[in-house]
Each structure stands twice: as C-alpha cells, then as structure tokens.
C-alpha cells in the first residue's frame, strides 16, 4: 500500500492538511456569523456589511475589538449571536463538532481526530474525546458560576431580565477572553465592584491557564504532582499577575486619566489588579485606555504579546513559550545544552518550535504595523497597541481601530484570524518530522 502526502492532489480533489481544514472551518463560521449580523434582526440598521465582518471576525477569534458599538449597534439577538460565535470560537470549532457527532452516536473517523488534535493543539491523538468531554464540562461550570455572581450585581442594576442577560453574555465572554460587552464603556461602571473584579478576572485567569492544567489541577490536587507543563503555567502566570498588578500602580497612580481620577485607595488597587490582568487576552477595561502613559501602554503591550496558555481560549506567543526562552537564554549563559525545569528537562526541539514560533509572532506584527502606519496619522504608539491586540486576540483599544481605513481594518481582521488560527497551523508544520535525505559539512557563522 503506497502512503499518499497530506497536501497532494487527488482525482476526487485536493486533499488539505489539518491546518488548513481547521482554517476554513474558523473562515465557514465567520462568513456565516457576518451574514447573521448583517441582518436587519440582529442591528439597528446603522452597521454595515464591513462592520458586520469586522465584528464576526472578533468574536469567532475570541478578541474583542469592535468598530460599532455592541451595546446600541446590535439587538439582543445580535449580541446573542456574538456570544455563540465567541463560544463556537473560543471553546473550538471541532470541539463543538466532535460533541455533537458523539451525541448522535457517529464514530469519530481519524480525518476529525487529526483536525481536532490542532484545535485543541495537542500533539497526540490519545484522549481526544476525554479531553473534549473535559473542556465542555469546565467551561460550561465555570460560565454557570459566573453567571450566578454576575447576576447579583448586575439584576439589581437593570431588572431580571436585562441584568440576566447581561450576565449570561459577561459571563461567555470573560471565560473565552473574548472582551465583548453589553456595555458602551465596558465595565468602567463598575471599577470599584470588588464582585465584578474578582469574577470576571477569575474567569478570564481560568480560561486563561488552559483545560489542560485545569483539568491537571483537578485531578492531581496537589503542586508536586502536577506535570511540568502545568506547574510552569502556574508560576508563570503568578509571576505575570504580581508583576503586571505592582507596575501598573506604581506606573498610573497619579494619572488623572486612569488611577487618579479614582477617588478611593481601594478602587484604586482594584482598578490596577482588573487592568495587570486584563491584557492576558481578556480584552475588558475598566479605566479608559487611552488615557495610559506610556509607560503603562507599553507594560500592557509586553503583558498582551505574552498572552495566556496554550489549549486555552487565551492568545499571545503563550506563558510556556516566555518561560522556555528565559531558560534557554540562563542556560546559554551557563554553557548549557539542555534545559532543567522541575527536575525534568527540555531539549532542542522544544527550543526550535519556541524560536519559530516567537520569529512568526513578531514578523507578523511587524507586518500589520507596516501596513496600517501607511494610512494612519495618529500616535504610533496607539498603533502598535492595537496590533498586538489584534494579533494577540486581546481586544484591548486606544481607539485606533475605528479611526482606520478600509486597507487597514482589512489587515486587522486578517491579524485577528493569523492570531487564532496561525501558532494551531504552526504547530502542526513543527509536529510534522521530516528526515533529510542529503546531508551538508557543516559550516560556521558569526553572532552577536
């Protein structure tokens, strides 16, 4: 029997590799989502079929920038259709396939498995429809949860009905770090709410950190048995937290456009903890944004490109991917080849995928800021924000985004989509070994 190449055309037709499957899939739902919105139903007759893309594109990609407002752009049952795109797009595509194809008792082929295996960005196919089974069951807990304690704020706010919805809608979107709100200003109205603090930031931390470590967490409960992955995710993102909280106080506390316009020491903390958390793809504001120095928006930007876990609903290069180059760098300093985390060891090939992956993100963005700075006049600095937000799926806004053109919301949409779906397509080509057939002398090149 004679192998055939994923890739190569056949007489039935061309046949794609996971990766691009898995691209369309995402595209399918996106073009489906823009028709939805675009319908008289789903707005108030003031967003067009642009708009209609832009936000589809956001949702699906779980991001959260907008050029229309969510709040009086769409009705009810626009923002309803929102919040199945942001599940759809946050939980995964074939997750969502897989569960349904169970339910109706069809066996799951190996073409679905190969697929799901890169939505879910695994690099086996063991335990698919467990870990499946896993990530349905946690989120749909965890969004109950949240929307149990939304409900207690935002019920006596805006009647049963509306305040419910509020928080069924907030309650999707945190956990997918998705960043859509019912609410013009976000969640600004409530920055000094200690249970809107503390709820959403768990939520988006949760879906954040990755059903893998999660589902870990649960069934280890303890640190010292966790596996490697899951501990450095976990002190990773810790350290990231702690960090991001400290700095932006320190950084924006007198700003009378962010921290110092609050007028209590707690709302103040509060405030600094929701915005050092928000960049891990959240996308939520509760301070205007644009009103940052800096200094602040350039730590958001660096907490942004970071992101949060892989197999999470969280974008960025990842928190494994930071750590992995920081030991990589101690360890060339120590005239090391092989990386020691945990008592377990890295070695080059997960320093290659790193490098890979690390070198596409940043010529990517270097890309999106070329093209959109040809037609953008404003601060650079706002531009680069919203690229790597875009890139990141984050959803975090200076306001540069409703300000550009045509050309440039084009390359913002195609940044959201490569920041989804990209590093699922990059991992498949690193999983994918290929053995040389002619090998070189080797040479040498001077570095540094």
């Given amino acids: 029997m004679v192998r055939r190449p994923i890739g190569v055309p056949t007489r039935k037709g061309w046949d794609l590799p996971p990766p691009a499957v898995l691209a369309l899939l995402y595209l399918t739902f ?41 709040a009086t752009a769409f009705t009810v049952f626009g923002q309803a259709v929102i919040a199945f795109l942001i599940q759809l797009g946050g939980l995964g595509l074939m997750t969502f396939a897989v569960l349904v194809l ?38 749909l807990a965890c969004e109950l949860v949240g929307v149990v304690f939304l409900s207690f704020v935002f019920i006596p706010d805006h009647g ?21 709100s019912t609410f013009s200003d976000s969640l600004m109205g409530y920055v000094g709410s200690p249970t809107i603090n503390l709820t959403i930031t768990i939520m988006f931390i949760l879906g954040g950190l990755g059903f893998i470590v999660i589902g870990d967490i649960y069934q280890k409960r303890r640190f010292k048995k966790l596996t490697l992955h899951s501990k450095l995710m976990l002190i990773g993102t810790l350290f990231l937290i702690l960090w991001g909280w400290l700095l932006f106080a320190a950084l924006e506390w007198s700003n009378p456009g962010t921290l110092g316009s609050l007028e209590t020491t707690g709302e103040r903390i509060w405030a600094s903890w929701f915005q050092a958390v928000t960049p891990r793809t959240a996308g939520f504001n509760t301070l205007d944004t644009s009103a940052m120095t800096e200094t602040g928006t350039l730590l958001t930007i660096m907490l942004m490109f970071v992101g949060g876990g892989s197999t999470s609903t969280a974008g960025g290069i990842k928190v494994t991917t930071l750590i992995v180059l920081i030991l990589a760098t101690i360890a060339f300093f120590r ?30 963005i270097l890309t999106g800021l070329f093209v959109t700075s ?75």
């Fill in 374 to 448: 040809i037609t953008h006049d404003g601060p650079f600095i706002h531009l680069i924000f919203e690229v790597v937000s875009a890139f990141g799926t984050v959803g975090l806004s200076m306001g540069a985004t409703g300000e550009l053109d045509g050309l440039g919301r084009a390359f913002i949409i195609l940044m959201m989509f490569l920041g989804r779906v990209g590093p699922l397509t990059i991992g498949f080509f690193l999983a994918t070994r290929s053995l040389p057939r002619v090998k070189y002398p080797k040479g040498q090149i001077y570095l540094g």
């Fill in 335 to 364: 005239r090391r080849s092989e990386l020691n985390a945990f008592g377990r060891s890295l070695g080059l090939e997960e320093i290659m995928k790193v490098l890979a992956l690390t070198t596409v993100s940043i010529l990517l």
């Fill in 160 to 180: 049963f009905g509306m305040g419910l919805w509020h928080a069924i809608f907030h309650s999707i979107s945190a956990f997918n770090n998705a960043g859509f």
């Fill in 102 to 139: 169970s339910a109706l008792g069809i066996q799951i082929g190996m073409p679905q498995r190969l697929i799901l295996r890169e939505d879910l960005n695994q690099t086996t196919m063991s335990n698919l429809t467990v870990l499946v089974r896993i990530i349905i069951v946690l989120a």
């Fill in 30 to 70: 996106i073009l489906i989502g823009t028709v939805l919105l675009w319908l008289p139903i789903s707005n108030h007759g003031e967003v067009t079929l642009g708009d209609a893309l832009f936000t589809s594109t956001s949702a699906v990609t779980v991001t959260g920038l907008i050029v229309v407002d969510t």
